[in-house]
Nanobody, 123 residues
Framework: QVQLVEYGGGLVQAGGSLRLSCVPPGRTFSNYITGWFRQAPGKERELVAAIRWSSDTTYYIDSVKGRFTISRENAKNTVWLQMNSLEPEDTAVYYC????????????????WGQGTQVTVSS
């Protein structure tokens, strides 16, 4: 089964920044939409941002608009999530996943997932 791999989580103070990356070993992102989800303790998993590789079209939930940026890098076959002005409410496990549907916020529409990376924002 295809696995995605996330990098870049960690502990940061409120107002700080982190950059997450997602790579698909053995596969290309080019025919997919890549999404970043997050799941905080006791909460449902939610789609934070998504990008359509072929057109660079992006999607963000309202709570991260202006703070998070999703982007892609063809040469490295990598999708990035730049997170600025982090808030304690952003604390969660972050997952990348891929789908062929644009834009779907339902996690069951995503075909392949990474293992997740923890992001913790201290106040």
């Amino acid at each position: 089964q295809v696995q995605l791999v996330e990098y870049g989580g960690g502990l940061v103070q409120a107002g700080g920044s982190l950059r997450l990356s997602c790579v698909p070993p053995g596969r290309t992102f080019s025919n997919y939409i890549t999404g970043w989800f997050r799941q905080a303790p006791g909460k449902e998993r939610e789609l934070v941002a998504a990008i359509r590789w072929s057109s660079d079209t992006t999607y963000y939930i309202d709570s991260v608009k202006g703070r998070f940026t999703i982007s892609r890098e063809n040469a490295k076959n990598t999708v990035w999530l730049q997170m600025n002005s982090l808030e304690p409410e952003d604390t969660a496990v972050y997952y990348c996943a891929i789908t062929r549907l644009w834009v779907t916020v339902q996690d069951y529409d995503y075909d392949y997932w990474g293992q997740g990376t923890q992001v913790t924002v201290s106040s």
